[in-house]
């Protein structure tokens, strides 16, 4: 866990890191995407929000700064997904070397997929924490050759890291960004200008179509079943049922769509995005909820078997064991009923391979959580270890806390 006192020094610290100008540079562009969105659209509030959340907490900051203020005066206001970015950056950031110092701010700043960029911290934390002391390790100049991220040394002994983040919808046959957009062709043509709420289900067959026009004849045809009265209609390529009936002004609080967001029901390797939305945000009023998916199983277990292939490779270069982090998006628990064989079969396939025994143990990692409260906590995100069991007391040993408090974040 990240231990410092003072969420504003984490921000103005890393904000000095990124440089005035870079970041000017950096919030220009944010800006300007921001400016071509619908406002209060679904694409904007679920999908674009939470991936820039680190630029909305350094726009925010600086107008508190400005004027004189600290943002712990308005803490709750801030994006909490940011403040963690910032203490993350804060308790890592000076174990690296110059020039890994200059390759994290230029992905930080050119990267849309803020938890990938942070994965490599993300680690090195855990482990800073675990009393373990951080080498980087240097690969530039190697031609087509990657090292590991980094060795971890405690008391002697040596563990290789490397982590592999792959794209939040890798592997996904339904997108986010789609569903969203999708969910924005049908808001106002269902909720204005039919006056309806309820549920609507959208259930690909196969991939979703991605084009702006193959997306415009999905929406026609979902809007032409709801005209016809259908509760559900088998269209080319799609399946939608709906329990859609007219407005009758009852307000429904949302409080309990908030955590859908970026969740995956049901079966969270068919892509069941949830997104509740309404016209009026800042209201209470008569939401529909739209829930897509796919019929086929994702392709994520190919996506992340992999990634770790090649991490597997990259720590079997150096001379010690080898750990592996994997970023694996948009899976709210991995101890469910639906991912739990996902986690067991992907240890079968892994450490069934002899090749594969110098590696320690290989953890699973999704998004951070939000809590009740609003905050954000790297430790609360969903993970997965998976040691090896060939050397599980090495690996007990290794990974076990040490008698000590966590080293604080010193700015």
């Given at each position: 866990m990240?231990?410092?006192?003072?969420?504003d020094?984490?921000?103005?610290?890393?904000?000095?890191i990124?440089?005035q100008?870079r970041?000017?540079?950096?919030?220009k562009?944010?800006?300007?995407?921001?400016?071509?969105?619908q406002p209060n659209?679904?694409?904007?509030?679920?999908?674009?929000a939470?991936?820039?959340?680190?630029?909305?907490?350094?726009?925010?900051?600086?107008?508190c700064?400005?004027?004189g203020?600290s943002?712990?005066r308005?803490?709750d206001?801030?994006p909490p997904?940011?403040?963690?970015?910032?203490?993350?950056?804060?308790?890592?950031?000076?174990?690296?070397p110059?020039w890994?110092?200059?390759?994290?701010v230029?992905?930080?700043v050119?990267?849309?997929?803020l938890?990938?960029v942070?994965l490599?911290l993300e680690?090195?934390?855990d482990l800073?924490?675990?009393?373990?002391d951080?080498?980087?390790l240097d690969d530039?100049?190697?031609?087509g050759?990657?090292?590991?991220?980094?060795?971890?040394s405690?008391?002697?002994?040596?563990?290789?890291v490397?982590?592999?983040?792959?794209?939040?919808?890798?592997?996904?046959?339904?997108?986010?960004?789609?569903?969203?957009?999708l969910?924005?062709?049908?808001?106002n043509p269902?909720?204005?200008a039919?006056g309806?709420t309820?549920?609507i289900q959208?259930?690909?067959?196969?991939?979703?179509?991605?084009?702006?026009?193959?997306?415009?004849?999905?929406?026609q045809?979902?809007?032409d079943a709801?005209?016809?009265?259908?509760l559900?209609e088998n269209?080319p390529?799609?399946?939608?049922?709906?329990?859609?009936?007219?407005?009758?002004?009852t307000?429904?609080?949302?409080q309990?769509?908030s955590?859908a967001?970026?969740?995956?029901?049901?079966?969270?390797?068919?892509?069941f995005?949830v997104i509740?939305?309404?016209?009026?945000?800042?209201?209470?009023?008569?939401?529909?909820?739209?829930?897509?998916?796919?019929?086929?199983?994702?392709?994520?277990?190919?996506?992340?078997k992999?990634?770790?292939r090649t991490?597997t490779?990259q720590?079997?270069?150096?001379d010690?064991?080898?750990f592996?982090t994997?970023?694996v998006p948009?899976?709210?628990d991995?101890?469910g009923e639906?991912?739990r064989?996902?986690?067991?079969?992907?240890?079968?396939?892994f450490?069934?391979n002899?090749?594969?025994s110098?590696?320690l143990a290989?953890?699973?990692?999704?998004?951070?959580?939000?809590d009740?409260?609003?905050?954000?906590n790297?430790?609360?995100?969903?993970?997965?270890m998976?040691?090896n069991?060939?050397?599980?007391?090495?690996?007990?040993?290794?990974?076990a806390?040490?008698?000590?408090?966590p080293?604080?974040?010193?700015?």
């Amino acid at each position: 866990m990240i231990v410092i006192s003072d969420p504003d020094a984490a921000v103005r610290n890393l904000a000095a890191i990124i440089g005035q100008s870079r970041l000017d540079e950096r919030l220009k562009e944010f800006e300007r995407q921001e400016g071509q969105l619908q406002p209060n659209s679904v694409y904007a509030q679920w999908w674009f929000a939470p991936q820039n959340a680190l630029w909305l907490t350094l726009r925010g900051a600086r107008q508190c700064w400005n004027v004189g203020q600290s943002i712990n005066r308005v803490i709750d206001q801030v994006p909490p997904i940011g403040i963690s970015a910032a203490l993350l950056v804060a308790k890592v950031y000076p174990t690296m070397p110059q020039w890994r110092q200059a390759k994290f701010v230029a992905d930080l700043v050119s990267s849309e997929q803020l938890q990938s960029v942070l994965l490599e911290l993300e680690a090195a934390a855990d482990l800073i924490d675990l009393g373990y002391d951080i080498e980087w390790l240097d690969d530039r100049g190697r031609e087509g050759k990657r090292s590991a991220e980094f060795v971890a040394s405690r008391a002697g002994y040596r563990l290789g890291v490397e982590c592999k983040a792959s794209a939040i919808d890798s592997g996904r046959l339904l997108h986010r960004k789609y569903a969203c957009q999708l969910a924005d062709d049908l808001l106002n043509p269902l909720s204005q200008a039919r006056g309806l709420t309820g549920d609507i289900q959208i259930i690909f067959h196969d991939a979703a179509p991605k084009s702006l026009q193959a997306r415009a004849s999905v929406a026609q045809r979902i809007l032409d079943a709801v005209d016809a009265q259908k509760l559900e209609e088998n269209s080319p390529g799609f399946l939608v049922k709906h329990t859609l009936r007219e407005r009758d002004g009852t307000a429904i609080d949302l409080q309990n769509y908030s955590a859908a967001q970026r969740t995956i029901e049901a079966d969270y390797f068919r892509s069941f995005t949830v997104i509740a939305a309404r016209l009026e945000s800042n209201k209470p009023c008569d939401p529909i909820v739209f829930r897509f998916g796919s019929s086929r199983q994702d392709r994520i277990m190919r996506a992340v078997k992999e990634n770790l292939r090649t991490a597997t490779e990259q720590v079997g270069a150096l001379d010690c064991p080898g750990f592996i982090t994997c970023f694996v998006p948009e899976i709210p628990d991995f101890d469910g009923e639906e991912t739990r064989p996902f986690v067991n079969e992907l240890a079968e396939w892994f450490f069934g391979n002899p090749q594969r025994s110098h590696v320690l143990a290989i953890r699973l990692v999704s998004d951070f959580k939000v809590d009740d409260l609003g905050a954000v906590n790297f430790a609360q995100a969903p993970f997965a270890m998976i040691k090896n069991p060939a050397r599980i007391d090495e690996a007990e040993h290794a990974f076990a806390s040490p008698p000590v408090q966590p080293r604080a974040a010193t700015l």
